[in-house]
């Protein structure tokens, strides 16, 4: 299944709708990223305020945090079935809409919950809910988004503008972790734990009304309001494209977030890296990540998007342990460090580039959003959402440090197979 040729005549737009439509399709992604940065690098914090009652395991407390971030994620295919159905019958613009508002109020109470001790038992069951309307409302996110963007970008450049959409997961996770850094430097360890965590929770306030405003000035994108494509393919071929295209993103969502979000825990926990320690190592990762995001979108627009992403993949698979035995050796020098994780982010930013069109090329526009945001959101919910878990509680039980290197090599390597079967398609 994919994408009929008459679609890039329909996204020959005005130039200034393309680009407002660039700006209010991926100023949600950023928002969203923003939040899962700051959950991942205060992961320890949460799991201390939330799910470690006073005598219990810290470790625990920390399985119990990721074990609630993977929930959330789980509801994101049912919020991608879901505003996904609705964004292919009433339009992209109003969905889209709806879920930037859901996702800013369910992210701004996460900071003005009570915790544990304040209300006990009921404090992780109040944080796990918030969690699952985010997990709901990105579900929603990423398929409408991608959809505005690649559906108005000018023809040849379906790559560069989908790759805008990952680029600001790099964007929200830096900005997530320098807001982190910004609150380690100048409030105390008891300030943060005690009150400081809340404060970028609740900076999403002002950064989900920016985006409300920009999503209400956008107009309807011209491949939904024509009149082609009606008709939706059959069930299975529905099914089928979806879930080869969570396989070709798989290495992607898995790596992505064991490099990016997990990688503060894992220092902290395992190779026992300071609080700000951690935070630098995953600045690095995301800069090298943001690098090569743009530049990988754009080259999949000249030389199609499988031999891009396919590179990706199969460096992440060969480099995984390599690099993380450098982070491990503690002879290594910092800088020797510093490079090492900024590599691991840029081979991640090139599958993660052409990701977006390479998705939304697999559907036509009557399933467009529907079809790439439960691709993405069942990829995301599998290896992204269970990797901290996993990483945690593996680690927990065999005594491996290893094990991070070994899950996104695997993941990657899988991800490769299926990106074999990408037929080479240029922007188009």
């Known amino acids: 299944m994919s994408a009929p040729a008459h679609d890039t005549d329909l996204r020959a737009a005005r130039p200034l709708h393309a680009r407002r439509a660039l700006l209010a399709g991926s100023v949600g992604n950023l928002i969203e990223w923003y939040e899962s940065g700051v959950y991942g690098y205060f992961a320890t914090v949460i799991a201390a305020r939330f799910f470690t009652p006073e005598g219990g395991s810290e470790v625990e407390g920390l399985v119990k945090t990721y074990a609630s971030f993977a929930l959330a994620l789980f509801f994101r295919p049912v919020g991608a079935a879901l505003f996904g159905r609705l964004g292919d019958r009433i339009g992209r613009r109003p969905v889209l809409i709806l879920v930037i508002a859901l996702m800013t109020a369910a992210t701004t109470l996460i900071g003005a919950l009570p915790t544990y001790a304040t209300v ?42 989908g790759s805008w959409q990952s680029f600001t997961v790099a964007l929200g996770l830096l900005g997530g972790a320098g807001v982190a850094a910004l609150l380690a430097t100048v409030l105390s360890p008891q300030e943060l734990e005690a009150w400081g965590w809340r404060l970028p929770f609740l900076l999403t306030l002002p950064l989900g009304l920016g985006a409300l405003w920009l999503r209400l000035r956008l107009t309807e994108t011209p491949a939904f309001t024509s009149e082609f494509e009606r008709e939706r393919p059959p069930g299975r071929e529905l099914a089928k494209a979806i879930v080869l295209g969570a396989g070709r993103v798989m290495g992607w969502a898995a790596a992505g977030y064991t490099f990016l979000v997990v990688l503060p825990s894992y220092l902290q926990s395992t190779l026992d890296a300071s609080f700000q320690q951690a935070l630098l190592a995953t600045v690095l990762a995301n800069l090298g990540f943001a690098a090569t995001i743009i530049p990988a979108g754009l ?74 945001g439960l691709a993405y959101a069942l990829s995301n919910a599998v290896f992204s959402g269970c990797a901290g878990l996993i990483i945690t509680e593996t680690i927990k039980r065999t005594g491996s440090v290893d094990i991070p290197a070994y899950y996104a090599a695997a993941t990657c390597a899988v991800s490769a197979l299926a990106l074999s079967t990408l037929r080479t398609q240029k922007g188009s």
């Open 120 to 161: 006990g038992a009921l404090a992780p069951w109040l944080l796990t809910f918030l969690r699952v309307l985010q997990g709901l409302s990105a579900g929603g996110e990423f398929g409408g988004a991608v959809s505005v963007m690649t559906e108005f970008a000018p023809p040849g450049r379906r790559g560069l503008y």
């Open 299 to 372: 080259l999949s627009d000249r030389i199609g998007r499988r031999p891009v992403m396919l590179t990706g993949a199969v460096l992440v698979t060969l480099l995984a342990l390599p690099l993380l035995n450098l982070l491990q050796d503690s002879g290594t020098s910092n800088a020797v460090k510093g490079v090492a994780v900024f590599v691991a982010g840029a081979v991640v930013g090139l599958m993660a580039g052409p990701g977006p069109a390479m998705l939304s090329e697999m559907f036509p526009t009557s399933v467009r959003y529907t079809g790439l």
